[in-house]
């Protein structure tokens, strides 16, 4: 898994929970010397499930290639070679400043840099001694791009040329996404030319990633897709690791390190995104991507829980190095809004995937509830999981992401009002409060993430104008049934454990009456007991 498990699903924590690690571990690589090619911890060793693997099968498999121009660069004295961090010329500042703009990223630099250079073999010790077996898969490299800097697609591609077994690449497809740049025209026509094996497919109209990775797929011949961004460079013996792995198990999603991965346990429960193999026809059988969504971001949610609940698996492998550019913002513009755009995806994604758990994803975004978000039709997406017979997202959570923190509510149990000693239950479409019984049903309520006070479908609800309390048919849209409540606060302190009606502008307050037996809102007062409340079990922290 991911070095830190602890990702919880703070908000939109879906999107976070895959690449945040990967952006931390990267931002140094801004400075293009830097590319990332040296992960702060390298394994030392292989662990025995990976050098099984190490005992040759009658001649049947062979040592990972030693192919790369790295081992005698063509100018060993040329800035950034071996990976070196390459530093800005004086009086160049302004210059870097303005060609920052042009890929997010020091432009300058890496036009300083061969497109071939040498960088150092990051992988773990052990890897060059690996074996492979002698009838690999064939892959198609897909590498789509929109705008791409010059020298960065190059490197790119260079990378994959020089550091990949010949026999194994049948083709690069270079994806453009309707690049506006000229010399991403005949330019690079003209350069590309050289190389039999890559093919520039040019899109008409904009697709987005999603769907231009797509449009690469379909014209891909090799056995495997190999997905790449546009801005990487392949360390040496990248690839036969990853169609080892697909070739061992048809199903298995291979991909090459390019963040922080504790080798202790390879399962990674959601991919970055960018870098991975797949056999070719299990892609299409999974349906790929859906297509439905739009530009960028939310497709690695998609796949990973697509091929981790629905009978395959992802490993990241060791051996497979893979530098990144991770940029603070994406370089090209959005044909709408990015984060709408993102939204929209990722709310797809939970609609299909996240069963119960969405409610958890809402729960952090609560605008896209309330403004009604359109994530399109989803037909299509949720019949393939049936038809594909996938397991449930819980499965997914207690299986390949046990450390993730997910709890389905923020708090539940009896709701015990704390100077009363009494607890809230349920009588007719009321509430009361009565003698607490931890085994009574009526006495039971979730304080879901959307903050709604829970008793099966019904909902806590005061009346409106006279304050008491009724029991209103749950309806995540509905505002007027959503309480604040708080165990510990650091923004409103004197309001801890309080139950605050709508917002706290208007601080309306849960409020218990025992000798009535009654519950009722009433101005929230922070010296009244009687407003303070506790549920028997927080999730939240
Ligand atoms: C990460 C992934 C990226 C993708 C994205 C979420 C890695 C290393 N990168 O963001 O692959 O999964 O999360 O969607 O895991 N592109 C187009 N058309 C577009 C937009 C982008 O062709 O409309 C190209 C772009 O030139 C690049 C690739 O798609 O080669 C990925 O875009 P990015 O580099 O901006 O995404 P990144 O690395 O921030
Ligand atoms: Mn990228």
Redesign the pocket.
């Known amino acids: 898994g991911m070095k830190n498990n602890e990702a919880s699903f703070s908000s939109l924590a879906l999107q976070r929970a895959a690449?945040s690690q990967?952006n931390q571990a990267l931002t140094e690589g801004q400075e293009l010397g830097k590319i990332n090619l040296t992960a702060k911890t390298r394994p030392a060793q292989l662990n025995q499930s990976q050098t099984k693997a190490l005992s040759p099968e009658d001649g049947r498999m062979h040592r990972v290639l030693r192919i790369d121009a790295t081992l005698s660069p063509r100018d060993p004295k040329a800035p950034g070679q071996f990976g070196r961090p390459v530093v800005v010329p004086h009086g160049k500042e302004k210059e870097v400043e303005r060609r920052w703009k042009e890929g997010n990223f020091n432009v300058y630099l890496s036009d300083l840099i061969p497109v071939d250079r040498a960088i150092e073999d990051t992988r773990p010790a052990g890897c060059a001694e690996q074996l492979v077996h002698n009838n690999l898969p064939t892959t198609s490299i897909i590498?789509?791009?929109?705008d791409?800097v010059w020298s960065t697609l190059l490197r790119s591609v260079h990378s994959v040329l020089n550091r990949s077994p010949p026999h194994l690449i049948k083709e690069i497809l270079l994806?453009d996404?309707f690049s506006t740049k000229d010399y991403l025209k005949d330019n690079l026509d003209k350069y590309m030319s050289q190389f039999p094996k890559v093919r520039i497919l040019r899109l008409k109209e904009?697709?987005?990633?999603i769907r231009?990775r797509l449009a690469g797929a379909q014209k891909a011949t090799g056995d495997v897709l190999t997905f790449l961004?546009?801005?990487v460079e392949c360390n040496i013996g990248w690839l036969e690791p990853l169609l080892e792995r697909v070739y061992l198990s048809r199903k298995k999603v291979a991909c090459p390190v390019?963040e922080v991965i504790n080798d202790k346990d390879m399962r990674c429960p959601v991919m970055?995104?960018?870098?991975f193999s797949i056999d070719k026809n299990y892609f299409f059988e999974l349906g790929t991507y859906d297509p439905g969504l739009d530009?960028?971001?939310?497709?690695?949610m998609e796949l990973s829980f697509k091929v981790w609940m629905c009978g395959g698996e992802i490993e990241i492998v060791p051996c497979s190095r893979v530098g990144?550019i991770?940029?603070n913002d994406?370089p090209?513009s959005f044909p709408k809004d990015r984060m709408k755009t993102v939204e929209r995806n990722l709310g797809r994604v939970a609609e299909v995937w996240l069963d119960e758990y969405k409610e958890l994803f809402y729960g952090h975004g609560d605008h896209l509830i309330d403004q009604g978000l359109d994530v399109g039709n989803l037909t299509q997406q949720r019949e393939l999981r049936k038809k594909l017979k996938c397991k449930s997202f819980k499965w997914y959570l207690e299986n390949v992401f046990p450390d993730l923190k997910a709890p389905i509510v923020r708090a539940s149990g009896v709701l015990i009002n704390v100077a009363l000693g009494k607890c809230i239950s349920i009588r007719n479409t009321t509430a009361i409060l009565e003698d607490c019984d931890g085994s009574s049903k009526l006495q039971q309520f979730n304080y879901t993430w959307l903050r709604l006070i829970k008793h099966g479908a019904w909902c806590l609800a005061p009346v409106p104008d006279n304050g008491a309390l009724r029991l209103h048919l749950c309806d995540n849209r509905n505002k007027g049934l959503r309480w604040l409540h708080k165990s510990t606060s650091v923004f409103r302190p004197e309001l801890v454990n309080h139950i605050v009606f709508g917002n706290y502008h208007q601080l309306l307050c849960l409020e218990g009456d025992f000798t009535q037996k009654t519950l009722k809102v009433a101005p929230c007062d922070p010296a009244k007991p009687d407003q303070k409340w506790k549920f028997e079990n927080y999730y939240e922290d």
Not at 206 to 209: D, E
């Open positions: 690449v990967a590498m789509c791009f929109v791409e994806v996404d904009r697709h987005g990633l231009a961004d546009s801005h390019i970055a995104g960018g870098l530009v960028w971001g939310g497709e690695n990144h991770f940029r994406n090209y």
